[in-house]
Nanobody
Framework: VQLQAFGGGLVQAGDSLRLSCAASDISFSTYTMGWFRQAPGNEREFVAAIGWTNGYRTAYADSVKGRFTISRDNAKNTVYLQMNSLKPEDTAVYYC?????????????????WGQGTQVTVSS
């Protein structure tokens, strides 16, 4: 199984970025997909998740709600994170992840697979 995340970069505050995560060798359409991030000196934290049932329900951390949008394309085995109105505090390595259980992914960060991470740096 491989989760390949890309799309990070260096942007200015207020700019937008779209992260993508392509999955291979996984039953993508039956996994909850999530994005997490880790800033230097901090623990990894939940950012967003999208389910595979219930109309592709979504969940967001309070810090990104209204600015970030998660989506998925099951035909392409890809999950996206559209990040708008970026702030310096969004600077982190962003990881995509896959887990079979919604509650474990969203509430406990328990997943089956992690991607390799992509750096997002937002300058003020």
């Amino acid at each position: 199984v491989q989760l390949q995340a890309f799309g990070g970069g260096l942007v200015q505050a207020g700019d937008s970025l779209r992260l993508s995560c392509a999955a291979s060798d996984i039953s993508f359409s039956t996994y909850t997909m999530g994005w997490f991030r880790q800033a230097p000196g901090n623990e990894r934290e939940f950012v967003a998740a999208i389910g595979w049932t219930n109309g592709y329900r979504t969940a967001y951390a309070d810090s990104v709600k209204g600015r970030f949008t998660i989506s998925r394309d099951n035909a392409k085995n890809t999950v996206y994170l559209q990040m708008n109105s970026l702030k310096p505090e969004d600077t982190a390595v962003y990881y995509c992840a896959a887990g079979p259980y919604w509650g474990n992914v969203v509430a406990r960060g328990i997943v089956d697979y992690w991607g390799q991470g992509t750096q997002v740096t937002v300058s003020s």
